[in-house]
């Protein structure tokens, strides 16, 4: 009944955006993934080739669900509402646990993120003897009916976006200080910024009086679903603390109503964050993911 193969590129990712968009026509912010999520996730890892990291499940080629497997042991699953079920999960789990096999080191623990909102994936997961990490990331929505004032920053620091690949070195470098440690190089973020989704006037820094990048936002905009995302968000650790963040933020979600948005996503790990930046941006918690693991 069902059929796979690796991920092709070209064709096969405007097949996965369509049926992304498909779900999420249903299911709305409850929805698991979103077309937005596609060029951060494709391209921010260096030296991985997402033949080998995504495998498509279709029935008449036409695509039902996709597992997409990050290490050292990371793995997201979407499936169409009426496929959520064991025939299709089980090969899709049979696949990343090969992946994971062969490419990991038996400290790395195999992960499968699933939603508290799904009735299915959950289930099926204890069934096979998973259970919930204290590993989860918050799902945020702004409902975006007008545009926010314009941030207010620290004297001396000033907002923009990006100019372009001149300003490569020091982009990809603040984002490494904000996460470190990050996996995120040049070569990785070059390929970004040529993806189809990326646009400069989203990539948005703050730059210190001395003229170096203190913070970032970058942001993804869907103009069919009038959707917009905000992934990642950081601040070098020596600028924390100046509301840089909020700044940056704020001006992405500017931008994003300029372009249209009526809803903007973002996740964080931080029940914090969310009390101390995100709620007064205007976002609200609609959903939260759960990494499942075996012991």
């Known amino acids: 009944m069902f059929r796979s193969h690796p991920y092709r590129g070209g064709e096969d990712l405007s097949r996965l955006k369509a049926m992304v968009t498909a779900i999420w026509k249903e299911e709305g912010a409850l929805a698991p993934f979103s077309v937005c999520d596609f060029d951060w996730k494709l391209y921010q890892h260096p ?57 990991s ?11 508290e909102s799904d009735v299915s994936l959950p289930f099926l997961l204890q069934r096979l003897g998973y259970f919930a990490s204290d590993r989860s990331f918050l799902h945020l929505l702004c409902e975006m ?29 603040v984002h490494r200080d904000a996460f470190a ?19 400069k006037e989203l990539d948005i820094v703050v730059e210190a009086p001395g003229g170096e990048f203190a913070a970032f936002a970058l942001g993804w905009f869907d103009p069919d679903q009038r959707l917009g995302e905000i992934e990642p968000v950081g601040t ?15 001006e992405l979600l500017r931008r994003l109503h300029a372009l249209g948005a009526q ?33």
Not at 54 to 62: A, G, H, S, V, Y
């Open 263 to 295: 809803q903007v996503l973002l996740y964080t790990h931080s029940d914090r964050l969310v009390d101390r930046l995100y709620r007064e941006a205007g976002f609200r918690a609609v959903n939260r993911s759960q990494r499942f693991v075996k012991s």
């Open 181 to 199: 440690p990050a996996r995120l190089t040049l070569e990785s973020y070059r390929s970004l910024m040529q993806s189809s989704g990326y646009r």
């Open 236 to 250: 070098h650790p020596q600028h924390r603390g100046s509301g840089l963040a909020r700044a940056a933020t704020t």
């Open 47 to 103: 030296n991985i080739d997402p033949s080998n990291r995504i495998r498509i499940w279709e029935i008449d080629t036409q695509p039902v669900g996709f597992a997409w497997y990050t290490p050292p042991g990371d793995v997201e699953i979407v499936i169409v509402p009426e496929h959520r079920e064991m025939s299709l999960f089980q090969p899709m789990l049979e696949w990343v646990t090969e992946r994971h096999l062969q490419e």
């Open 105 to 115: 080191s038996e400290a790395d623990q195999l992960g499968i993120w699933a939603l």
């Open 145 to 173: 009916e007008s545009a926010p004032k314009p941030p207010v920053l620290p004297e001396g620091y000033r907002i923009r976006h990006l100019r372009g690949l001149e300003e490569l070195e020091p982009r990809a470098q």
